[in-house]
C-alpha cells in the first residue's frame, strides 16, 4: 500500500446535515443594482474564507494524526520536516486571517453596513461581539471589550500588522526572523546548527532548507515575544483557537445572510 493510500483511506468526510439553497439565494442569475451585488460579493468572499480557514485546519489535523510524533529533543530530518511543515500551516493560516482583516476593511461599507447590522441581531451575542472585534481590527480603532482573551486580542492586532507573507514583500520580515533565531536566542541551539548544515538536497520528496523554517520560526518568536522554542506549543494553542472562533463566527454570519435570502 502506498503512502498515500495509507493516509487518505482513513478519512471519510461526513455528510452533516445538508440545507437545500438554489442558486438565487447565493448570487442573482443577472447583475442587479451595486448595492446587491457588492453585497452578494461580500457574503460570498466570507464564504470562501471560511473554507479556506476550515481546509488548512483540516490539513493541520491529517498532518498531525497521520506522522509520527516528534520525541522529546529530538533532532532529525523526521522532526525538521514535520516542524517545517506546522509551521507552514501557522504562516498559511496567519496570513488568510491577514487577508481577511484586509478584505473587512476594504469592504467596510458592507461589514458594517444596514444589511449586516440587522444580520447580527440574528446570531449569538458573542459571535456578534466577536465580528465587532474584527471589524474594529481590521480597520485599526480601539478594540471593544469582548469575551475573547486579551492575548487573543492582541495576536490579532499583531498577525494585522505583521503577518501578510507574500513572497514579494517577505524578504525583509525573513531575514529579521532568521535574525531573532540564529543570532537572537539567549542559549546555544543544537537543532539550529544542525538546520544549517543538514538542508537535504537529494531530489524533491527527500529535500528541505531547514534554514528557510528556522526563519519563518524566527518571525512567529517576534510575533509571540519569546526567546526560546516554548512559544511554539503556546502558538499552535492560541492560532487554534482564535481561527475556531473567527471560522464559528464567519459560519454564522454567513449562514443568516443565507437563512434571510432563502425566506424570501
Not at 24 to 46: C, M
Not at 148 to 168: C, M, Q, S, T
Not at 223 to 250: A, G, H, P, V
Request: glycine share 4%.
Amino acid at each position: 500500500m502506498s503512502t498515500h493510500d495509507k493516509i487518505y483511506r482513513r478519512t471519510r468526510f461526513n455528510d452533516g446535515t445538508p440545507r437545500k439553497l438554489e442558486p438565487n439565494d447565493v448570487v442573482a442569475k443577472q447583475p442587479s443594482q451595486k448595492s446587491q451585488e457588492e453585497i452578494a460579493g461580500f457574503f460570498l468572499t466570507l464564504a470562501v474564507i471560511f473554507n479556506d480557514i476550515k481546509g488548512i485546519s483540516l490539513i493541520f489535523d491529517l498532518i498531525k494524526n497521520h506522522t509520527e510524533p516528534i520525541r522529546p529533543n529530538e533532532i532529525s530530518g523526521h522532526a525538521g520536516e514535520t516542524r517545517g511543515l506546522q509551521l507552514q500551516m501557522l504562516k498559511t493560516l496567519a496570513g488568510v486571517l491577514s487577508e481577511a482583516l484586509r478584505f473587512l476593511k476594504e469592504n467596510i461599507s458592507v461589514a458594517e453596513g444596514a444589511y449586516t447590522k440587522t444580520l447580527l441581531t440574528d446570531i449569538s451575542r458573542d459571535d456578534a461581539d466577536l465580528w465587532d472585534l474584527l471589524v474594529a481590527v481590521a480597520c485599526e480603532r480601539s478594540l471593544p471589550q469582548t469575551h475573547i482573551e486579551p492575548r487573543l486580542r492582541i495576536l490579532l492586532v499583531e498577525i494585522r500588522n505583521n503577518a501578510a507573507f507574500h513572497y514579494y514583500q517577505s524578504g525583509k520580515i525573513l531575514l529579521s526572523g532568521f535574525r531573532k533565531n540564529f543570532y537572537g536566542r539567549p542559549e546555544k541551539n543544537e537543532a539550529l546548527e544542525w538546520a544549517l548544515f543538514k538542508a537535504k538536497l537529494t531530489g524533491f520528496s527527500e529535500s528541505r532548507f531547514y534554514f528557510a523554517d528556522a526563519a519563518v520560526e524566527g518571525y512567529f518568536m517576534k510575533l509571540m515575544d519569546f526567546d526560546d522554542d516554548t512559544y511554539f506549543q503556546i502558538m499552535l494553542e492560541e492560532m487554534s483557537n482564535l481561527m475556531s472562533i473567527i471560522s464559528r463566527t464567519f459560519l454564522a454570519v454567513v449562514d443568516a445572510h443565507l437563512r434571510t435570502k432563502s425566506l424570501k
